[in-house]
């Protein structure tokens, strides 16, 4: 099976600054690496999948790099409503695993 | 529109089996590249990818709950349904029910998820 190993685990930040959570597998996976952000109480949301791809109506501050075995989630300039957990998940093979995810805090 | 909605009990007794179902509308389960996945994720805790059934009929599982997990499919019904057998307190989660293979290989739509407790 794939591990996927996020950093950090969580992390404080202010409005305005720029963050970037690093994502690695434990092997290649190519570039089929999606990013999802949740919210307290809510069901994930998808915000990059195949790596570096914005899904439709995610804002573009948000942006994916990397490919084989390690990821970048970056957050341009972060706002309020980005204050949330992100998850990686690889879907290069069957289990499709998930990162342990990254806390993102209002410093 | 895609829409999904998970169902089932909130709650079951250690040893039990639970059935999940997800109700789904806005696409069909025969279209082909088309699957549906059951993630959970324990309170606190990180999400767990648990199982697909894709248009083929084709099941992919967890590795370490093989043995503990069935899913299956209603086309007609528009419908896919987990079991989960010998439940056990660390099964306590929401549920969720995901698309696969729309964007890129992605869980690009979700349900809003169920919880389910394991207490005697």
């Known amino acids: 099976d794939i591990q996927m190993t996020q950093s950090p685990s969580s992390l404080s930040a202010s409005v305005g600054d720029r963050v970037t959570i690093t994502c690695r597998a434990s092997q290649s996976i190519s570039s089929y690496l999606n990013w999802y952000q949740q919210k307290p109480g809510k069901a994930p949301k998808l915000l990059i999948y195949a790596a570096s791809s914005l899904q439709s109506g995610v804002p573009s501050r948000f942006s994916g790099s990397g490919s084989g075995t390690h990821f970048t989630l970056t957050i341009s300039s972060l706002q309020p409503e980005d204050f949330a957990t992100y998850y990686c998940?690889?879907?290069?093979?069957?289990?499709?695993?998930f990162g342990q995810g990254t806390k993102l805090e209002i410093k | 529109q895609v829409t999904l909605k998970e169902s089932g009990p909130a709650l079951v007794k250690p040893t039990q089996t639970l059935t999940l179902t997800c109700t789904f509308s806005?696409?069909?389960?025969?279209?082909?590249?088309?699957?549906v996945s059951w993630i959970r994720q324990p309170p606190g805790k990180a999400l767990e990818w648990l199982a697909r059934?894709?248009?083929?009929?084709?099941?992919f599982y967890r590795t370490s709950l093989k043995t503990r997990l069935t899913i299956s499919k209603d086309t007609s019904k528009n419908q896919v349904v987990l079991t989960v057998t010998n439940m056990d307190p660390v099964d306590t989660a929401t549920y969720y029910c995901?698309?696969?293979?729309?964007?890129?290989?992605?869980?690009?739509?979700w349900g809003q998820g169920t919880l389910v407790t394991v207490s005697s």
């Open positions: 806005g696409f069909s389960l025969s279209t082909s590249g088309m699957s």
């Open positions: 059934i894709d248009w083929a009929d084709d099941k």
């Open positions: 995901a698309v696969f293979g729309g964007s890129g290989y992605s869980f690009d739509y």
């Open positions: 998940q690889q879907s290069y093979s069957s289990p499709y695993s």
